[in-house]
């Protein structure tokens, strides 16, 4: 039976008779992705990375002035055809001192630039995927961008094989060992700091070699750690090589090289 007001027994008014106001159309945006592209080796990239490569609309690598990323590199066996690339050169590679204010203000303004282009990429609808050498949250340039974009778009990061792992697998040499601790240290630290760390660790992993590497050398040779430390170059990729650092030769380190000393921990 109807109510005196008209109105269903309910107290509501019947569907048809509610106004709905109508949401508004969410504004589409494009994807920010950080794809690791592992340590060299395109068969060491993921299935997810994979996917990511194929369909984003750009491929963004950072690279030295007038050449191709080594990140892009690993990306041919995938996508070898140049039309999405968007290569990112860096005002400065090994010119200028990493803490000179120049090279500090230098890179902001190149983060800066670089993001305010993605955003209006990425505002267009557009998909974006920077390409990052090993992990894009181990050391990686990813971050800098992923810090000024990821609270204005979506982001996923797609997760690589390190270039570590990539190097010790290679070499050979497992790591760590039952309650072994895992220390990785830049050798563009002090010499005092690497002696020091080095000192209190049972496992070191040392990146970023370049022209450093006869400071840590000596600073392996202070802490009595230089009859256990393994320099890998270009692990994973065409021209690597593996020997003990005490029979290295000379003091020459390209920067896809690092010295591992491997943990001597437990062991059933």
Partial sequence: MDSPSGFPPSGFPPPEAAEIPSAP????????????????????????????????????HFCKAG???????IADAVVPDPAREWPLPYPY????????????????AFYDEAASRLAE?????????????????????FMHLWRRLKDRFPVEVVPGVTGMSGCWTRANTPITWGDDVLTVLPATLPHATLVARLKTTDAA?????????????????????????????????A???VTPLSQKPDDRAPYFSMV????EGRRP
């Fill in 93 to 108: 590679t090994t010119e200028l001192h990493p803490e000179d204010p120049a090279y500090v203000a230098a890179l902001a």
């Fill in 260 to 263: 591992l000393v491997p943990g």
């Fill in 121 to 141: 990429v990425l505002g267009a609808g557009r998909d974006v995927a920077i390409l990052s050498e090993g992990d894009p949250f181990f050391y990686g340039s």
């Fill in 239 to 241: 021209g690597e090589s």
């Fill in 67 to 73: 050449k191709r990323g080594n990140a892009r590199t």
């Fill in 25 to 60: 159309a969410a504004a589409v945006t494009g994807t920010l992705y950080g794809v690791g592209m592992g340590p060299g080796d395109p068969d060491y990239l993921t299935v997810r990375a994979v996917r990511v490569l194929e369909r984003a609309h750009h491929l963004v």
């Fill in 205 to 237: 992993v040392v990146m970023k070699l370049g022209r450093h590497l006869p400071k840590v050398r000596a600073a392996l040779t202070e802490a009595g750690l230089i009859g256990r430390a393994v320099y890998v170059e270009r692990g994973t990729m």
